[in-house]
């Protein structure tokens, strides 16, 4: 007797479904707590009332959302949309003259016809949260206009980037040995390489625009952190974030020598005073000097794709497995559907894990910004109404970043003095 695959797999996405759903439970509640006393002299009162009532609002929207996508992934599974779907997409590449023997054309057709169904369902989400629960809580500045021109780039990037990057993929399973797992790790890094350096150039500016910071008081005392750091400042950007939102950030990007920091105007526009900008800024050089981008990228995301495929290699040539999940052949792309749904498990423990060591990190980034004297605009900076009530579990499962309060206890703390 075969073992009922996508039954197990089913059972597994309703547990983690369950799981999920008790979390945003514990969350809801923690949302409903009144504005603690420590922040009480910090934080508008009326302020937090509008911010909390925002976040029961897309507490009630994520409720029906992974309701309805929970019951379409089960259906698509249990009801056998996927061996249908690509039967269909290789009736459909045979009626316009192509070879639907052709993987690479008829996977092609298949990924476009699943984005294209993903952001027709999709889309009523999407517009419900930016126009209506974004709205209400101001952080939304994006005109409908801009959302669905947004949506028409990001459309005509995937088709261009994207079948280049699947024809490579499949051309490499086809054709690989007993090294496929390292051959297709090999061509996944130079792929990343190259959109990290791409995409901040070419890609961001046909969404955003980033134009220098002016000269004045705050891009000195940048350039000047920087060089006490020794950080190889190129460049120093202000993107236009308010266009879309009000959420305000600091990154920086760039190889070797040649590195730029970028600014939201948001962060700029919404911080007190400069010292509040040049602590973020501080606690995002914090990450650059301890490593944890390189750490992130080659401990976390690297060794993990490696043993992705590492795994794939075991299960892509598994006739039993391909069949039942409805499937006669044993198509690349399909294989690795099969295979990422196999291992989601595992994959929820290992994005736990590295929660928490992105956490750690976080919080060394803050400590280092402390040493440079950064501390109190840090602090000033990081409160935010709706950071405030989190319940603990929820966020050690969602997010890489530790609880708001965490923070600011690790910055008030005194430092350690060692003989």
Known sequence: MAFPYIEAIIGYMIMVYILETYLDLRQRAALKLPLPKPFVRVICQTRFEMSRATLLLKSNFNFVHKFVFIVIDVAILYLGVLPWFWKRCGEVLVYAGFNAENEILHTLAFLAGFMLSFKITYLPFSLYLTFVIKARHGSNNQTLLLFFKDMIKEIILAIVICPPIVAAIIT??????????????????????????????????????????????????????????????????????????????????????????????????????????????????????????????????????????????????????????????????????????????????????????????????????????????????????????????YSAYHSSHPPLVERLVALDEPDKKTD
């Open 172 to 393: 490499i399973v086809q054709k690989g040995g007993p090294y496929l797992a390292i051959y297709l790790w090999g061509f996944m890094l130079i792929v990343s390489l190259i959109m990290m350096t791409v995409y901040p150039v070419l890609i961001a500016p046909l969404f955003n625009k980033f134009t220098p910071l002016p000269e004045g008081e705050l891009k000195t005392k940048i350039e000047n952190l920087a060089s006490s750091l020794k950080f190889p400042l190129e460049k120093l950007f202000v993107v236009d974030g308010s266009t879309r939102s009000s959420h305000s950030n600091a990154y920086m990007y760039g190889f070797f020598k040649n590195k730029r920091i970028v600014l939201y105007d948001t962060l700029i526009q919404l911080s007190n005073n400069e010292e509040e900008v040049v602590a973020a800024v501080a606690h995002e050089l914090g990450h650059w000097k301890l490593n944890h981008t390189v750490y992130t990228f080659f401990i976390g995301v690297q060794i993990l794709t490696l043993l992705q495929f590492g795994g794939y290699i075991l299960v892509r040539n598994s006739k039993d497995l391909f069949q039942s999940f409805g499937f006669d052949t044993q198509p690349v792309l399909i294989g690795f559907i099969i295979f990422m749904h196999m291992v989601i498990p595992l994959l929820h423990v290992v994005i736990l894990s590295l929660n928490l060591l992105l956490r750690a990190f976080e919080f060394q980034a803050d400590a280092f910004a402390k040493k440079l004297g950064y501390a109190v605009p840090l602090q000033a900076g990081l409160i935010k109404p709706e950071d405030i009530n989190i319940d603990p579990w």
